[in-house]
């Protein structure tokens, strides 16, 4: 039985999957930065613009990601994958910073990290907030470990496409004239015997040609 070298559809299919999860996480992720300004105000603008500039990073990674799985090109899945180590770390790194603070009882240390210090909030509030921050930024952070192991299975699955269809490449050159048609064979092109009706059938010396 012949093996396909075809890239595998249910990894693409997942591949989709992970694209389409990335994206609703984005827009809730944009929703959240867009309630916070409009609670927190200026105080938080500048995490705000981190936010989105972050997001916008983010959906072209998707976006190259998906025309990565389209185009088979294996090369395209690394911005995506880069991203997704970068946004892995970076919610594990908030997430434990925040766990030491609370430790500490560092309440105003979580207020002024999430860029809300001028906020009035009391400490039993701050203690819930940083909990919460945990729990989505560890939950986050394993969903998308689990992204990047899809993602990376796809690119060591279209690397190894590439590298089938390279070597299956066949590189040939025309030599001279192709046969006039169907019926006629080249000397030229290699053909041992100029087959054809013209040559069976020479009426200038009179040989008849099987």
Known sequence: MSKSYVPCSNLKTAGFVVAIVEVLLCA???????????????????????????????????????????????????????????????????????????????????????????????????????????VIYFLVAVLEIFFIYIVWRLYKHLCHYETIDNENRVNWQVVNDFPKDNKHGSAAMGDMYPYGDDRRNDGTNGQRYL
């Open 28 to 134: 809730l992720a944009v929703y959240g930065l867009f309630r916070n300004f409009h609670l927190f105000g200026a105080s938080y603008f500048i995490w705000f613009l981190l936010g989105i500039i972050s997001v916008i990073i983010i959906i072209i990674a998707i976006a190259l990601f998906i025309y990565a799985i389209k185009s088979e090109n294996s090369r395209w899945l690394i911005p995506h994958l880069s991203a997704q180590i970068f946004l892995v770390i970076f919610l594990i790194l908030v997430a434990f910073i925040v766990a030491i603070l609370l430790m500490f009882g560092a309440y105003r240390g979580i207020r002024n990290l999430l860029g809300v210090s001028n906020y009035y909030m009391s400490d039993d509030a701050t203690y819930l907030l940083g909990i919460m921050i945990i």
